[in-house]
């Protein structure tokens, strides 16, 4: 049975994952120290702090692109939850398409972004990208504060080489503030627009599920299908597990997963966690959907997918 006859009825507005790119943090012996820091920061100080980390890498280039916000929503659960903090815990994720430049530049931007980071003295998550690749990825975090980023080329036309650049941030994990914890994510009427984005996260999640070849686990407090809304668009969120597995039984899934992702056309990247494996990051160019597998310490795998609603009228991502 396909992932969206299970879990179709699920219409609950629930708090979830709305992030473009996190992990749990690490530090340069791969440890996990996310349960060591200490983050004292309020929402407004998380995106302040995004945004500046996206302009050091942008302010520089040439040519000069212009920032395009491709969500989602920068405001949301904590993802790295099993490094042994408080689940009410959100974190902030910001991601802007570079455009306005010639296709055939956005390797360049993306070099450049590297090298403006590396300036600064951030760090390479693993390593630093492929530059043999005509399409690579960077991969980086801010010391001491441990805000993630990365800049992505993505594919336009591989015949011809060219492609689009975006560069995205996550911030550490941090308390809520009372504004965050109380906001009503069903105070907003919805739309056709709205029920067509769950329609495509539930299709997007349905086909991950099918390349995954293994069992959905009940669904839990926190998971199912949520429809958001921030100052901008409104967003489709559908969350679930998969059953426990073996260490040789994800390391197949996730091989699986990564070969669905490449033959489905979403650009990918991998981010380290505490448990070893690394999460999947993807983004969908076609449609600006982001889909996120990461492995918990239970042995399961965390799947969520979020759409952008397209208004009418509106651009679409």
């Known amino acids: 049975m396909r992932l969206r006859r299970a879990l179709f009825g699920v219409a609950s507005l629930v708090t979830a ?15 996990d120290n996310a349960s060591s820091k200490q983050v004292a920061m309020d929402e407004q100080q998380a995106m302040k702090r995004a945004e500046e980390i996206i302009h050091q890498a942008v302010d520089g280039m040439s040519p000069k692109p212009t ?17 042994g903090g408080s689940d009410d815990r959100v974190q902030l994720s910001l991601t802007y398409q570079l455009t306005g430049v010639p296709a055939g530049q ?18 390479f998550q693993s390593s630093d ?50 504004a965050t ?27 991950i599920y099918d ?14 299908l949520g429809t958001y809304q921030d100052a901008e668009a409104t967003y489709a969120h559908h969350t679930w597990s998969t059953e426990p ?7 197949q899934v996730m091989q699986r997963a990564r070969a669905y992702f490449a033959s489905a056309g979403w650009t990918v990247r991998h981010a380290p966690m505490a448990t070893g494996v690394p999460a999947l990051m993807a983004r969908h160019a076609a449609d600006g959907a982001v889909a996120q597998l990461a492995p918990s310490t239970d042995g399961t795998l965390r799947v969520a997918v979020s759409t952008p609603a397209v208004r009418p009228g509106a651009a679409s991502v």
Do not use: N
Not at 69 to 83: E, F, K, N, Q, W
Not at 185 to 203: G, I, V
Not at 245 to 251: K, N, S, V
């Open 129 to 178: 990208a492929d530059w043999s690749d005509p399409f690579p990825t960077v991969s980086m975090r801010t010391e001491p504060d441990d805000f993630w980023m990365d800049a992505i080329t993505g594919v336009l036309d591989r015949a011809k080489g060219t492609g689009v650049a975006s560069i995205g941030v996550t911030s550490p994990c941090f308390a809520p503030s009372d």
């Open 181 to 207: 914890a109380t906001a009503d994510p069903a105070s907003f009427r919805r739309t056709a627009p709205d029920e067509q984005a769950e329609r495509r996260a539930l299709d997007h999640s349905s086909r």
């Open 245 to 251: 597995l073996a260490d040789d039984t994800l390391a």
């Open 17 to 31: 994952i709305m992030v473009a790119a996190c992990g749990s943090s690490q530090d340069e012996t791969g440890a």
């Open 67 to 83: 920032l395009k916000r491709v969500g989602p929503v920068p405001i949301g659960a904590c993802v790295a939850r099993d490094d």
């Open 211 to 224: 390349a995954l070849q293994v069992r959905h686990a009940p669904t839990t407090e926190g998971e199912g």
């Open 106 to 123: 956005a390797k360049s931007l993306v070099r450049q972004a590297r090298d403006a980071w590396v300036k600064r003295g951030y760090k």
